[in-house]
C-alpha cells in the first residue's frame, strides 16, 4: 500500500542549487530499464542494482547522477512511497511492444501522478527505436500523449549514443532551473489572461490556441526560476488525462476586467467555490485589469479589496498599457512559494 502523498512533500535538491539529481527509471518488465542503465554507466555486466551514482561534468559543472532501478517488485513496493525524493521520473515503454505502452498509461502514470512530489519532472522515454522495422507505437502518437500530460518525450536506443544524450538533455535541464512553480490563470472571457501572459512571458500564446501551458524562466537572488503558467482551459484538458493535475498548482492567478462586473461577480460565484474544492493551501491573487479604462470603471478599488480581504487573497490592479512588464507581481509570487517551500522542508528536518 503506497502512502498518498502529501503535497508538501517535495524533492529536497529541487530547492536550492543542487548538484545533484537523482531520478528514477519504471516500467515494464523488459523494456530496457537495466540495459538504460548500465549503458548510462558503461557497466554492461550489471543484472540490476538498486541505486548507483556517477559524476558528470557538463560544461564547467561537476553533477551527481543518480539512478534507480527496479530490481523486482516487491523491495519497490516495500517501502512508503516508491516514488518519493526523484527530481525526474522515467517512465519506459517499448516501441515494439503494446502493452508496455498500454501499461504506463493505465498503470504507471497514474500511481507516479498520485504519488510523486509535486515537482518532479516526468519523462516518457520510448526504447529500442533501432528497432523501426517492429515498430507499433508511433512516435507521433507518443509525443502527443506527452505533451497532454505535461510530460517530457524522448525516443532513445540503448544500443547507440542516444541514452548518453538523454542524461545529457536531462542534466542541462535541470542545470537551467532551481525550482519549478506551476500557476493557474482563470477568468471571464476577454477580460484581459491571453495579454496578461504576453506580457509576463514576452511570448505570444495565441499561437498555442490558448489550450495551452506556457513556461517561462527567470532569475532572482542567484536563483533560477521556472514558471509553468496554465490557462484554465488547458487545465481542464490536463483533468482528464491526470485527475491528480490540482495537487501540483502552487498559485492561481484569478483575473477580472474592472469595467466588467459581471467578471467581478464571477470572482466569488464561479472561480472561489471551485479553486476552494479542489486546491488545498494555493496562494491566490486577485487582478484588477485594464486600468487604464480609468473613466469606465465599474468595481472601486474598495469593493474588490472588501472581496479580497474576505477570500484571503491577494490584490494587484493593472493594465496592459503599464510600461513595465507584469513580472513583478509573477516574482513576489515565485519567491512567497520559496520560502513556503522552505519552511515546508525545514519542518521535515
Ligand atoms: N533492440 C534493442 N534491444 C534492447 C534495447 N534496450 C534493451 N534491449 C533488450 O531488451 C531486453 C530487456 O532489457 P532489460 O534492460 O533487462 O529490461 P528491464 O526493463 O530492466 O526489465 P526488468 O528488469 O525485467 O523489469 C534485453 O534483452 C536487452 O538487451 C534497445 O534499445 N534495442
Ligand atoms: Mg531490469
Known amino acids: 500500500m503506497i502512502r498518498p502523498a502529501h503535497k508538501s512533500l517535495r524533492t529536497r535538491s529541487q530547492i536550492i542549487g543542487k548538484k545533484e539529481i537523482r531520478l528514477l527509471v519504471v516500467g515494464s518488465s523488459g523494456v530496457g530499464k537495466t540495459t538504460l542503465c548500465n549503458c548510462f554507466f558503461e557497466d554492461h555486466q550489471n543484472q540490476g542494482?538498486?541505486?548507483?551514482?556517477?559524476?558528470?561534468?557538463?560544461?564547467?559543472?561537476?553533477?551527481?547522477?543518480?539512478?534507480?532501478?527496479?530490481?523486482?517488485?516487491?523491495?519497490?513496493?516495500?517501502?512508503?512511497?516508491?516514488?518519493?525524493?526523484?527530481?525526474?521520473i522515467l517512465v519506459m515503454y517499448d516501441i515494439t511492444e503494446l502493452k508496455s505502452f498500454t501499461d504506463l498509461k493505465t498503470m504507471w502514470l497514474p500511481d507516479?501522478?498520485?504519488?510523486?512530489?509535486i515537482d518532479t519532472q516526468i519523462i516518457i522515454i520510448g526504447n529500442k527505436k533501432d528497432q523501426e522495422i517492429d515498430r507499433i507505437i508511433t512516435r507521433k502518437e507518443?509525443?502527443?500523449?506527452?505533451?497532454?500530460?505535461?510530460?517530457?518525450?524522448?525516443e532513445i536506443s540503448t544500443e547507440d549514443d542516444s541514452c548518453q544524450l538523454l542524461f545529457d538533455c536531462i542534466s542541462r535541464?535541470?542545470?537551467?532551473?532551481?525550482?519549478?512553480?506551476?500557476?493557474?490563470i482563470v477568468g471571464d472571457q476577454s477580460v484581459g489572461k491571453t495579454t496578461f501572459i504576453k506580457?509576463?512571458?514576452?511570448?505570444?500564446?495565441?499561437?498555442?490556441?490558448?489550450?495551452?501551458?506556457?513556461?517561462?524562466?527567470?532569475?532572482?537572488?542567484?536563483?533560477?526560476?521556472?514558471?509553468?503558467m496554465i490557462d484554465w482551459g488547458f487545465y481542464n484538458k490536463l483533468l482528464q488525462t491526470n485527475p491528480a493535475i490540482s495537487r501540483t498548482i502552487e498559485a492561481i492567478l484569478i483575473v477580472?476586467?474592472?469595467?466588467?462586473?459581471e467578471?467581478?461577480?464571477?470572482?466569488?460565484?464561479?472561480?472561489?467555490?471551485?479553486?476552494?474544492?479542489?486546491?488545498?493551501?494555493?496562494?491566490?491573487?486577485?487582478?484588477?485589469?485594464?486600468?487604464?479604462?480609468?473613466?469606465?470603471?465599474?468595481?472601486?478599488?474598495?469593493?474588490?479589496?472588501?472581496?479580497?480581504?474576505?477570500?484571503?487573497?491577494?490584490?494587484?490592479?493593472?493594465?496592459?498599457?503599464?510600461?513595465?512588464?507584469?513580472?513583478?507581481?509573477?516574482?513576489a509570487l515565485a519567491h512567497s512559494i520559496r520560502i513556503n517551500r522552505l519552511k515546508i522542508e525545514q519542518s521535515y528536518e
Open 263 to 331: 467578471s467581478f461577480q464571477n470572482i466569488h460565484r464561479k472561480y472561489y467555490p471551485l479553486i476552494n474544492n479542489k486546491f488545498s493551501d494555493v496562494t491566490g491573487v486577485i487582478i484588477g485589469y485594464k486600468t487604464d479604462l480609468e473613466a469606465q470603471r465599474k468595481i472601486t478599488m474598495d469593493d474588490a479589496l472588501t472581496l479580497t480581504d474576505w477570500l484571503g487573497y491577494k490584490y494587484v490592479e493593472m493594465s496592459s498599457k503599464d510600461t513595465e512588464d507584469h513580472s513583478s507581481i509573477i516574482k
Open 112 to 117: 507516479i501522478f498520485l504519488y510523486c512530489n
Open 199 to 228: 506580457k509576463f512571458t514576452l511570448q505570444d500564446p495565441t499561437g498555442h490556441d490558448f489550450m495551452s501551458a506556457i513556461t517561462t524562466r527567470f532569475e532572482m537572488e542567484k536563483i533560477k526560476y521556472e514558471i509553468i
Open 49 to 88: 542494482e538498486e541505486t548507483r551514482e556517477k559524476y558528470i561534468q557538463i560544461d564547467n559543472e561537476f553533477i551527481k547522477i543518480s539512478i534507480s532501478d527496479i530490481v523486482g517488485k516487491q523491495s519497490f513496493y516495500a517501502c512508503d512511497n516508491p516514488y518519493d525524493g526523484y527530481d525526474a
Open 142 to 154: 507518443a509525443e502527443q500523449f506527452a505533451k497532454d500530460r505535461l510530460c517530457q518525450f524522448y
Open 256 to 261: 477580472y476586467d474592472i469595467t466588467n462586473e
Open 173 to 184: 535541464d535541470f542545470l537551467q532551473c532551481d525550482i519549478k512553480i506551476r500557476m493557474l
